[in-house]
């Protein structure tokens, strides 16, 4: 069965800082990779994804993340984090298109 | 819609009563998730729909939850006899195709169901 593991379960930065959050998947074929964002009190909100291409995908307010097949890993960052980034992020794999494969979540503070 | 919309946004049910939750998609996306978000981070896959059919329902726990998606009317998540355990936020979310690659699924906002 698919998993999807991110590591860094609680992440509390700086402002200015930067930030890595690692998402590694266990599955062997072809995936498609999203990360998401829910902020306090909102809904999931789609940040980067990739398919094909460039493993290197930029994604919204300053967001990206670099696809290594050969680690099973597609890691988020951001060079420098604002208060705002203040959120739950959630790494996502599907490798039928079908359902989604969550991981279990980085709460990211971030103090002013 | 231009967005997933999601009713009740909360939900209270004794245990042993009915619940049920539902879930309009982006206008022109044909499928269809529901998700169960326990202790605030894990989500669960329950069930897509692919129009009014079931596409996958190898998460739906076979007993109490049932779900429907009927021409021209919100999807529905029903659960009978509702338990403790499953007090969680239920989301639901849509794409336009399920077989292409990258396809985005739009979350709406959740129902969040407390069983007490």
């Known amino acids: 069965a698919q998993s999807v593991s991110q590591h860094n379960h609680h992440v509390i930065l700086s402002e200015a800082a930067s930030l890595e959050l690692g998402c590694n998947y266990s599955?062997?074929?072809?995936?498609?990779l999203f990360w998401y964002v829910q902020y306090p009190g909102q809904h999931l909100q789609l940040l980067l994804k990739y398919f094909s291409g460039d493993p290197l995908v930029k994604g919204i307010k300053g967001f990206e993340a670099e696809f290594i097949k050969s680690k099973f890993s597609f890691n988020l960052r951001k060079p420098s984090v604002q208060w705002s980034d203040t959120a739950e992020y959630f790494c996502?794999?599907?490798?039928?298109?079908?359902?989604?494969?969550f991981g279990t979540g980085t709460s990211l503070t971030v103090i002013p | 819609g231009e967005e997933v919309a999601q009713t009740p946004k909360h939900l209270v049910r004794g245990e042993g009563q009915k619940a049920k939750l539902y879930c309009a998609p982006i206008k022109g996306h044909s499928y269809v998730f529901w998700y169960q978000q326990v202790l605030k981070n894990e989500f669960k896959f329950l069930i897509s729909?692919?129009?009014?059919?079931?596409?996958?329902e190898t998460g739906m726990p076979k007993e109490r939850f049932s779900a429907k998606c009927l021409p021209n009317s919100p999807c529905s998540l029903e659960i009978q006899a509702t338990k403790l355990e499953d007090s969680a936020v239920y989301f639901c979310?849509?794409?336009?195709?399920?077989?292409?690659?990258?396809?985005?699924?739009?979350f709406g906002p959740g129902t969040r169901l407390l069983v007490l």
């Open positions: 599955y062997g074929g072809t995936v498609n």
């Open positions: 996502a794999v599907t490798h039928t298109g079908n359902q989604f494969y």
């Open positions: 979310a849509s794409s336009q195709w399920q077989g292409a690659r990258g396809e985005t699924q739009y």
């Open positions: 729909f692919q129009n009014e059919n079931v596409f996958d």
